[in-house]
Structures are given as C-alpha cells and as structure tokens.
C-alpha cells in the first residue's frame, strides 16, 4: 500500500479520535446534545442507562485525545516533537488502539444482529448505519497507520 495513503488513513484517524474526545469533553459540561437528555444519549450511545458525568468522560476524553497525540506522532505530524515519544511506545499505543477498535467492531457485529440490541432501539440503527462501520474503519486506518516504518516517513 502506498505511504500517502497510510498517511491519509493517520489524518482520518487523528481526527475522528480528537473530534470523539472534544464531544466527551463537551459532556463533561452537563450538556447532552445530540439528545434531550441523560438517559436518551446513554441509550443511544452505549444502549443502557449510564453516567455522562464529568468523572466518567473526562477519562475518556483523555483516552481518546492521548491516542490523538500517539496518531499524530507516528505519521509525524508533530513537527520538532515527533521524536519524544519513542517508536516503541508509539506502535504500543496503536496496538492497544487497534484492539479497542477491534473489539467494538465484533460487538457492533453482534448486536447488528439483534444479539443484545433491540431493533426497534435509536442505538440498533445508530450501531447498524454509524458506530459499527466507523470503528471498522477505523480499525483499518489504525492497522494502516500501525504498519509504517521509520524508514518510510517524511521528517
């Protein structure tokens, strides 16, 4: 596979997960936007009543921009800080990325077949048509992104 289109699937990566993280951080707020409220985002988003609490997103948030930060230095993206986090850590970090991905995608598979989704549920359609294919997709940029050498990447 080409090295820009790797290259491509880090940018999409990057910003997929810093947009991801930005929402969490906006839910640290109190707000519940996209939804009404509370229990109708914890239903679409995780399918059961769960926290959207400032204890509960913000790690999240600082997950998902930490894996950002790991994204963007292994396409070196970073400029004079590419070289602080070593390359080591780096495909760490994206394995363990790729694993979360991976593991989504399988229950977003389950559930696309009705395997602890209700069809009738604003989740079953968000899962079938939103969360399963981005993480699939995910999943394969991140794999793309995990698989570039040293040797290869512009400095």
Same mark, same amino acid.
């Given at each position: 596979? +080409?090295?820009e289109t790797k290259? +491509? *699937?880090?940018?999409?990566l990057?910003t997929?997960?810093m947009? $991801?993280g930005?929402? %969490?951080l906006?839910?640290?707020t109190? *707000?519940?936007?996209?939804?009404?409220?509370?229990?109708?985002l914890? %239903?679409?988003?995780?399918?059961? $009543?769960v926290?959207?609490?400032?204890?509960?997103?913000?790690p999240?948030?600082?997950l998902l921009?930490?894996?950002?930060?790991?994204?963007?230095? @292994?396409? +070196?993206?970073?400029? @004079?800080?590419n070289?602080?986090?070593?390359d080591?850590?780096?495909? *760490?970090g994206?394995l363990?990325?790729s694993t979360?991905?991976?593991l +989504?995608s399988?229950a977003?598979?389950?559930?696309?077949?009705g395997?602890?989704a209700d069809?009738?549920?604003i989740?079953?359609?968000?899962n079938?048509f939103?969360y399963?294919?981005?993480c699939?997709?995910?999943?394969i940029?991140?794999?793309l992104?995990?698989?570039?050498?040293?040797e290869n990447?512009a400095s």
């Amino acid at each position: 596979m +080409r090295f820009e289109t790797k290259l +491509r *699937s880090g940018v999409i990566l990057a910003t997929v997960l810093m947009v $991801d993280g930005l929402v %969490h951080l906006y839910w640290a707020t109190g *707000s519940t936007w996209p939804s009404a409220n509370v229990k109708t985002l914890s %239903h679409a988003v995780l399918n059961a $009543d769960v926290s959207f609490g400032p204890w509960v997103v913000i790690p999240l948030a600082l997950l998902l921009l930490t894996a950002t930060i790991i994204v963007l230095a @292994k396409i +070196r993206f970073l400029g @004079k800080f590419n070289n602080l986090i070593p390359d080591r850590l780096l495909k *760490s970090g994206l394995l363990l990325l790729s694993t979360g991905l991976f593991l +989504r995608s399988l229950a977003g598979i389950v559930w696309v077949f009705g395997i602890g989704a209700d069809p009738k549920t604003i989740f079953y359609w968000l899962n079938l048509f939103g969360y399963t294919p981005i993480c699939i997709g995910l999943f394969i940029a991140s794999m793309l992104v995990f698989s570039l050498s040293n040797e290869n990447q512009a400095s």
